[in-house]
């Protein structure tokens, strides 16, 4: 993302991010997919942290609370994660 990037952009990659899940179809697609996620995740915490933002709400938004074997589970809960994280972005990018 670009320096000047706002959190609605990073909200919209967020949202590219799950679009793009659609394409994985097994377990090496997942773990590229899950590489440009935790890009996703740390770019956009590093924003939020340079404009005051609530990095750790994201974090937690942004996480799944427990490990899941098999990468079909894994990918479903990193889904819900990233909506989360993305909703949360979204409520803070309406306040500014």
Do not use: Y
């Not at 990037?5 to 899940?21: F, N, P």
Request: no cysteine; glycine share 6%; net charge negative.
């Amino acid at each position: 993302m670009p320096a000047n990037a706002s959190l609605t952009d990073h909200a919209d990659a967020g949202e590219r991010l799950v679009r793009a899940a659609s394409l994985v179809g097994d377990q090496e697609d997942f773990h590229v997919w899950r590489q440009r996620r935790n890009a996703w995740v740390g770019a956009t915490a590093k924003l939020l942290a340079a404009t005051g933002g609530h990095v750790e709400s994201f974090r937690e938004a942004a996480s799944v609370s427990h490990p899941l074997s098999h990468w079909h589970q894994a990918l479903e809960a990193e889904l819900q994660a990233i909506r989360d994280a993305i909703d949360l972005l979204h409520a803070k990018s309406s306040v500014e």
